[in-house]
């Protein structure tokens, strides 16, 4: 896996548009970026990796369909989660074993956990520190997926909450909400790295 504190690289707005020209090198260039990230995102999701590889294609395939749809005022890495995220609701609803509502609802904040403040329970600053990143990953992968997903757009992509909220297609608040809830369990079950105590 890719380390969360790792920069990823982003394109440029020329990129995007020589993109929409159908320029070759602009598609290698998207295609060889987006790739790795768009990959562990619906693997999160999804988690099985020939389902998700398929996906990938897809949604690079999309994006290359829909490229006039562009909105060059918006986020392109955005745009193209979007269209993975499509993606995959449309795959669990074909696969009727699979309750999609998980991805779809619009869940209560609680207000206790929504008065937590982000740094207190920042991931970045005991990832950073962390000989056992890899610990960290394995833990957040086993959280309910809604969780992991915004977690993994939230400090391995750096998506802020508002595009998480556009990629998911949840309020903002509900965003926020679900990465609080994520991190409170993260750390019960990290007690050696948050010092916080297992129930």
Do not use: H
């Not at 009727?96 to 779809?104: E, T, V, W």
């Not at 903002?172 to 916080?196: H, M, N």
């Amino acid at each position: 896996m890719v380390p969360m504190s790792e920069k990823r690289p982003e394109i440029s707005q020329i990129t995007v548009k020589e993109f929409m020209e159908n320029d070759p090198e602009a598609i290698e260039l998207i295609v060889r970026t987006y790739s790795s990230p768009l990959f562990y995102f619906l693997y999160g999701l999804i988690g099985e990796k020939e389902i998700v590889e398929d996906l990938v294609q897809e949604s690079f395939a999309r994006a290359w369909r829909y490229r006039n749809k562009i909105d060059s005022t918006k986020n392109f890495k955005t745009w193209l989660f979007t269209i993975g995220r499509n993606g995959a609701i449309d795959f669990f609803r074909k696969r009727k074993d699979i309750a999609i509502s998980k991805f779809d609802n619009n869940e209560d904040s609680n207000i206790l956990e929504d008065t937590i403040s982000d740094e207190s329970i920042d991931i970045l600053s005991v990832v950073d520190n962390k000989i056992n990143l890899e610990i960290i990953e394995q833990t957040i992968s086993k959280l309910p997926k809604e969780y992991a997903a915004v977690l993994n757009l939230r400090f391995k992509e750096s998506f802020s909450f508002d595009e998480i909220a556009e990629i998911l297609k949840k309020p903002s608040s509900t965003v926020r909400s679900q990465c609080r809830r994520a991190l409170i369990q993260l750390r019960k079950d990290l007690p050696e790295f948050y010092g916080a105590t297992k129930n």
